[in-house]
């Protein structure tokens, strides 16, 4: 079956340091993956888009890497400040412009 | 532009009731997606439209739930009669074909539902 998954607890690291978070999927062949940032009592808010011959993306503190023959997305949060506690979800299309989102990890970064 | 706007926020009916949630997407958007996202399961595509018309509702639970799209700058979710499980928080998102890649989503406030 298809699958979108992300490591569902939640995680912790101090200011300053590198957060990683992963996406893993199965069964999908997806053309692009995109990530997005949800506050509490918010709606997703989009932060990238990287293509299947994309190997790496960045914007400003933010790094997204796509490996299509591992079926993993992994997003970084370079020098993570507490503003950065959120949590983040992963989408790809699932066929015709179908976003599918996996579970979302919660990031808390602590000061 | 506003942003894709919900309503209502927060609603709060009894079980057996119908319920309506509405929608208003961003203007010259061409795509509209209704998820529901729960703890449980996260965030669940229901249905999508293109250019008004229906593309897949594989995601709608039951026949209980429908969704319209009258014309492009509006869209509603009804679910009758509702029933406990129901209750969840229903997001409406929008977004534009760029050519080979669809634009990001831009997703509303959401509608918290709360069926007792």
């Known amino acids: 079956s298809q699958k979108i998954e992300q490591n569902s607890e939640a995680l912790n690291i101090q200011e300053g340091k590198t957060a990683t978070l992963t996406c893993n999927y199965t069964n999908y062949s997806p053309a692009y993956l995109q990530w997005y940032r949800q506050d509490p009592g918010r709606g997703p808010v989009f932060l990238l888009l990287i293509r299947e011959n994309e190997k790496e993306k960045r914007k400003e503190r933010l790094k997204v890497t796509f490996d299509t023959t591992l079926k993993q997305s992994l997003f970084h949060i370079t020098a993570s400040q507490p503003a950065d506690s959120a949590t983040y979800l992963c989408?790809?299309?699932?066929?015709?412009?179908?976003?599918?989102f996996g579970t979302g990890t919660r990031l808390k970064v602590l000061a | 532009d506003a942003g894709v706007i919900q309503s209502p926020r927060h609603e709060v009916t009894e079980m057996g009731q119908e319920v309506t949630l509405r929608c208003k997407p961003i203007?010259?958007?061409?795509?509209l997606f209704w998820y529901r996202q729960t703890m449980m399961r996260g965030l669940e595509l229901l249905i999508y439209f293109n250019n008004n018309v229906p593309i897949d509702d594989s995601g709608m639970p039951e026949d209980r739930f429908s969704a319209k799209m009258p014309n492009a700058s509006f869209s509603t979710l009804k679910i009758q009669p509702s029933e406990p499980r129901d209750s969840a928080v229903y997001f409406c998102?929008?977004?534009?074909?760029?050519?080979?890649?669809?634009?990001?989503?831009?997703f509303g406030e959401g509608s918290r539902l709360t069926v007792l």
């Open positions: 989408a790809l299309d699932g066929g015709t412009y179908k976003y599918i």
């Open positions: 203007s010259g958007h061409d795509y």
């Open positions: 998102a929008s977004s534009f074909d760029g050519g080979l890649v669809l634009g990001e989503l831009f």
